[in-house]
């Protein structure tokens, strides 16, 4: 068959051998908005022109479902006449297989998301996954981290290199710092026990409480599925690191009953006021350090004679408030809104072990801790007669059922518990007082 003419008008009703020329002069008439320039040699591919002058390739077929598949294939002369081929040869193979072209893009685009998810998540670090932990992480049972502990783990993990707040020259790293820089895919057991082998020689004690922390965070990020493939739960329990670890201990410093004269007139004598008064109300009520440093003046009630603080088991807790003890606080400036106030940041006490000390030097008494006034309550409450249960009470210890079959006492049920408590603490450290008298008529007798 002869060629047509270059001239000649294309019949847009059959197919043609598609050359350049054919489809430089192919026109769309004015009366139709476009017409099809379909391919002789692949069938379903066609070039759509339009009455505006656009000319873009289409591949156009039937899949086995019945359904119609159409495919743009980019715009002419761009995209050239044997790329189009190229395309609507490999479009018409899937489909004559039975594959939908469009289902088998989806996939492979899924899996190449897939791909590079994985890379990226392979390269998360534990830096970057720390500020959401601090943010949104929390202590079982509870809402929320506690105030100080939260500080604590930031503490853990800062950089350093700030002005000391006491002494001079800069702030070392935190113990948790170095492992910010790992992937949090490569967090095992060979690389904590890297890290806790470099960090306890700085101070064993230290590098182990910040691996519980650590423990911590594992077991945040094993317990998201987002983080759950990339995290090893069990890398800080591992035995080469367990075995390193100090002894487990438990603390069992307390005052005797003859040293609290001792450690009461040392405490008494310090230039810090706050301080002085802080460390004797945890002798007198048995609390935790700080539950009693966070008691603000509007949880002390002087005239029905109690106070609540903060509670480790229970958001809060409501305890007497003895005789010497409502005077002694009553003695202290009201600066802000916490009893125990200072100047720092927290507008509150932080930290009194250096006061302390000072009061344990003088005493020549050693090794005694700030906890251990907490233990020295318990066991000087003993002393007194004062109930087991009535003691836990105070203190805030868990309901136990072997104290007394524990029955929760109201507070004037505790009361005079906690008064017979105080009345034999005061007789150990000397100290006689009129309960009637005005604040800062308090003195000790020896």
């Not at 430089?24 to 022109?49: E, I, N, Q, S």
């Not at 998360?124 to 959401?132: A, D, K, N, Q, R």
Request: charged share 25%.
């Amino acid at each position: 068959m002869a060629r047509p003419s270059k001239t000649a008008a294309i019949d847009y009703t059959r197919a043609h051998d598609l050359t350049h020329g054919l489809l430089d002069r192919a026109t769309c008439p004015t009366d139709r908005p476009f017409v099809l320039v379909k391919d002789a040699d692949k069938k379903g591919l066609r070039l759509r022109v339009t009455k505006a002058g656009g000319k873009h390739w289409q591949f156009e077929t039937r899949l086995r479902s019945g359904r119609l598949f159409t495919r743009a294939l980019g715009e002419w002369p761009t995209i050239s006449i044997a790329d189009a081929r190229s395309e609507a040869h490999q479009l018409r193979g899937q489909t004559e297989q039975g594959t939908d072209p469009r289902v088998l893009e989806r996939e492979q685009a899924a899996a190449v998301a897939a791909t590079v998810a994985a890379a990226v998540a392979q390269a998360l670090t534990v830096g970057e996954v720390w500020p959401l932990y601090l943010a949104t992480g929390k202590p079982k049972r509870r809402d929320a981290w506690k105030p100080r502990y939260r500080t604590d783990l930031e503490a853990m993990a800062a950089p350093g290199g700030v002005e000391k707040k006491r002494g001079k020259g800069l702030t070392r790293p935190g113990p948790l710092f170095p492992l910010l820089a790992l992937p949090l895919a490569g967090v095992n057991e060979d690389s904590l026990k890297s890290w806790f082998d470099s960090e306890a020689l700085k101070g064993k004690h230290q590098a182990t409480r910040a691996l519980m922390m650590f423990r911590g965070f594992l077991r945040w990020c094993s317990a998201r599925p987002e983080y759950r493939k990339l995290t090893d739960r069990e890398a800080g329990r591992a035995a080469a690191i367990v075995e390193c670890l100090p002894s487990n201990s438990r603390r069992t410093d307390a005052l005797e009953a003859a040293q609290v004269l001792g450690w009461w007139t040392g405490v008494e004598q310090l230039s810090n006021r706050t301080a002085s008064v802080y460390l004797r109300a945890l002798l007198l009520t048995g609390a935790r350090r700080e539950e009693l440093a966070a008691l603000t003046w509007a949880n002390v009630d002087f005239q029905w004679r109690k106070m609540t603080i903060a509670d480790k088991v229970e958001d809060t807790r409501t305890i007497p408030l003895t005789p010497y003890l409502a005077q002694l606080l009553a003695t202290l400036p009201r600066t802000n809104e916490h009893v125990f106030a200072s100047t720092g940041k927290a507008g509150r006490i932080a930290d009194t072990r250096a006061s302390h000390a000072k009061a344990l030097k003088s005493a020549s008494i050693e090794g005694l801790t700030i906890h251990g006034l907490r233990r020295s309550f318990s066991l000087l409450g003993e002393a007194a007669d004062a109930p087991a249960g009535a003691i836990a009470q105070v203190m805030g210890h868990k309901p136990s059922a072997t104290a007394e079959g524990y029955r929760p006492r109201s507070t004037d049920a505790l009361r005079p518990f906690h008064d017979q408590i105080e009345a034999h603490i005061l007789a150990l450290a000397g100290v006689t007082f009129d309960p009637k008298a005005e604040p800062c008529k308090l003195r000790m007798v020896a």
